[in-house]
């Protein structure tokens, strides 16, 4: 299966190096642009799709937030310091729950996010 799949970024030796490396690890992952708006989502791996339940076609542009699995049980509090994380304003552990696209806890997991 060729890396570029899926991929919605101009040609760049290090996030294909990247998606190889993870790929290769079996991760489930995706890959956002900093420097555009909403940090968008350019790349998810089958391993994503799979476990969240949305084609690679609804994710990509979306939010680097993944704001599309926040669901009744997804706390304010824990939105608000991934985004923090994410957007690179500070270092932040955050124990999040987030849903399967037919509306299944998809899992419920700490993440650390820093500059």
């Known amino acids: 299966m060729p890396v ?6 101009p040609q760049n030796t290090f996030l294909d190096t990247i998606i190889r490396k993870f790929e290769s690890q079996s991760r489930k992952f ?5 420097r555009v708006e909403n ?5 998810c791996n089958d391993g994503f ?3 969240c339940g949305y ?10 937030t993944c704001n599309f699995l926040y669901g009744p ?10 985004a923090q994380a994410l957007l690179g304003s500070e270092e932040r552990k955050v124990e999040i ?7 299944r806890t998809a899992m419920t ?7």
Not at 30 to 34: D, H, K
Not at 55 to 64: D, F, G, H, L, V
């Open 55 to 64: 084609t690679r076609a609804e994710i990509m542009q979306k939010p680097c």
């Open 97 to 103: 729950t987030l849903y399967r696209k037919d509306g």
């Open 73 to 82: 049980h997804t706390k304010r509090l824990a939105i608000a310091q991934m």
């Open 39 to 43: 940090c968008a989502i350019i790349f």
């Open 4 to 9: 570029r799949r899926g991929h919605v970024a």
């Open 109 to 115: 997991f700490s993440m650390t996010g820093s500059d």
């Open 30 to 34: 995706v890959i956002a642009n900093a």
């Open 49 to 51: 799709c799979h476990m």
